[in-house]
């Protein structure tokens, strides 16, 4: 008797608990009502942004004809996925808003002094404005000022504002306007005996070589997976040395320009430097291997 006594409390004690959190718990609807949206303005309402640090130069980036650019302190193509994860702070959303009254207010969030302050331009006299100050230890967010009040938001906003530089550059080989016409390969090591060029002439690709056999969709899908949509692991800028010949390849344009490549290593990783730009892309050496070696089926 005494067991089956023991046996309801404790069952009695669950079902007590249980509704107990169902109650309690966290109104995720609820809390997202009570959210402050920072701002609602659009991604593309913005041409231009600049990240200042106090002790450091800025970095700026502006959308060139469409696609953003870094340009400053070095100016190149920008990765415009990271360009967006900084602009995407004019989505984020507060449980907290604090209006500013005075100076102590900016204290108070150690926004007298920021950590670092988001531009986002539309032209050069309209801008919007965003500080950063301390973060709150309790909830691992951050301080952040816009148009006159003061919100709490992920940390993350801050961290991909002020990322490396190098780390805002776009790692594909070719500008997103740089439409293949073919390649000549003919300044590699395994190509030069044979001079190998491979050209799409009125839709279909050529192959300089008699005895080769190309198959049209095995190329399609190397230029695609090879060079259009292959970025590389990762960018460096890249100046190159004057006294060195390295082996090279060129990409034909469809407008009759050529892309040089220098090839600086092949193995561990494959390194192409792009004087041009200034950038050395770093490939893995599997998909380096296919870049330089395309499936044009020449007999064994």
């Not at 390649?183 to 050529?206: C, M, P, R, Y």
């Not at 969709?217 to 190397?222: C, I, P």
């Not at 090839?263 to 730009?277: F, M, N, T, V």
Request: glycine share 4%.
């Amino acid at each position: 008797m005494k067991k089956r006594w023991l046996l309801n409390l404790v069952m009695l004690c669950v079902v007590a608990g249980l509704v107990a959190f169902l109650y309690l718990r966290p109104k995720a609807g609820v809390e997202q009502d009570n959210a402050h949206e920072i701002t609602n303005y659009k991604l593309a309402e913005f041409n231009a942004i600049s990240v200042e640090f106090p002790t450091k130069a800025a970095v700026t980036l502006e959308k060139v004809n469409g696609f953003w650019r870094l340009t400053a302190p070095k100016q190149t193509r920008a990765n415009k996925d990271v360009v967006n994860q900084i602009i995407s702070i004019i989505a984020a959303k507060s449980k907290e808003k604090v209006l500013i009254s005075n100076d102590a207010d900016l204290e108070k969030f150690g926004l007298n002094n920021p950590t670092l302050k988001l531009k986002l331009l539309r032209d050069k006299t309209n801008a919007e404005e965003f500080a950063f100050g301390t973060h709150n230890s309790v909830t691992d967010e951050q301080y952040v000022a816009h148009r006159g009040a003061v919100y709490l938001v992920s940390s993350n906003y801050a961290e991909v504002a002020s990322t490396q530089m190098i780390e805002l550059v776009d790692k594909s080989p070719l500008k997103p306007t740089e439409k293949v016409a073919g390649f000549d390969f003919s300044h590699l090591e395994q190509w030069e005996a044979v001079k190998l060029n491979v050209d799409i002439v009125a839709g279909q690709w050529k192959v300089s070589l008699p005895a080769a056999k190309p198959q049209q969709n095995e190329l399609n899908e190397w230029l695609d997976y090879s060079w259009v949509y292959n970025p590389a692991k990762s960018v460096e800028f890249y100046t190159p040395d004057r006294k060195t010949t390295y082996p090279s390849l060129e990409v034909k344009l469809a407008d009759g320009n050529k892309v040089h490549f220098d090839k600086i290593q092949e193995s561990p990783d494959l390194l192409l430097g792009r004087p041009d730009e200034g950038l050395m892309y770093i490939f893995p050496s599997d998909s380096g291997f296919t870049m330089l070696n395309p499936p044009i089926n020449l007999p064994n």
